[in-house]
T-cell receptor, first 114, second 113 residues
């Protein structure tokens, strides 16, 4: 049983560019959450998708947007990249009918903005 | 505003001894707390949790203690093993804010053989 997978593993972008990160949830999971983990910090909640809708959002600007597909996979898009967007981006999946704290994390995508 | 704080960035413990990792929070509405363990190049994995109606939860070598009046929780690992060497994050959430978790900055535990 594959766990949560994310692609790409690493990414280098230039300031001002746009980036798309991808996440496939664990089998049987229908809810996807995205987190940003800056160096030396804990993960910060960006948003959560359930039934292809954004269900909750953390304190992130509109430059951060997402999408969930019918197969429950998800994308995180970041527009107009800043140097400060350099971070590890983590995806976590869970089941909508289970307690919300039962989430499983992927290995993350390391984004570097130069 | 950091609502969950782990003030010790690192901790070293001898194998077989007790490891105590601490976490403080500021939001009195938090009612569910978790500890995650993270190895390099892997995502965090759930370790143990506790709800605010309890003051202790135990799972094998891992015990989490919650002191609501002090807004403090701690994770005890007894006995510590070299395989426990990892970064440990505490996280908290409040039922009335749905599914948003607030994470601490992590404590890097090294268990010395």
């Amino acid at each position: 049983d594959a766990g949560v997978t994310q692609s790409p593993t690493h990414l280098i972008k230039t300031r001002g560019q746009q980036v798309t990160l991808r996440c496939s949830p664990k089998s049987g999971h229908d809810t996807v959450s995205w987190y940003q983990q800056a160096l030396g910090q804990g993960p910060q909640f960006i948003f959560q998708y359930y039934e292809e809708e954004e269900r909750q959002r953390g304190n992130f600007p509109d430059r951060f947007s997402g999408h969930q597909f019918p197969n429950y996979s998800s994308e995180l898009n970041v527009n107009a990249l800043w140097l400060g967007d350099s971070a590890l981006y983590l995806c976590a999946s869970s089941r909508g009918d289970r307690p919300y704290y039962e989430q499983y994390f992927g290995p993350g995508t390391r984004l570097t903005v130069t | 505003d950091q609502q969950v704080k782990q003030n010790s960035p690192s901790l070293s413990v001898q194998e077989g001894r007790i490891s105590i990792l601490n976490c403080d929070y500021t939001n009195s509405m938090f009612d569910y707390f978790l500890w995650y363990k993270k190895y390099p190049a892997e995502g965090p994995t759930f370790l143990i949790s506790i709800s605010s109606i309890k003051d202790k939860n135990e799972d094998g070598r891992f015990t989490v203690f919650l002191n609501k009046s002090a807004k403090h929780l701690s994770l005890h690992i007894v006995p510590s093993q070299p395989g426990d060497s990892a970064v440990y994050f505490c996280a908290a959430s409040a039922t009335n804010t749905g599914n948003q978790f607030y994470f601490g900055t992590g404590t890097s535990l090294t268990v010395i053989p």
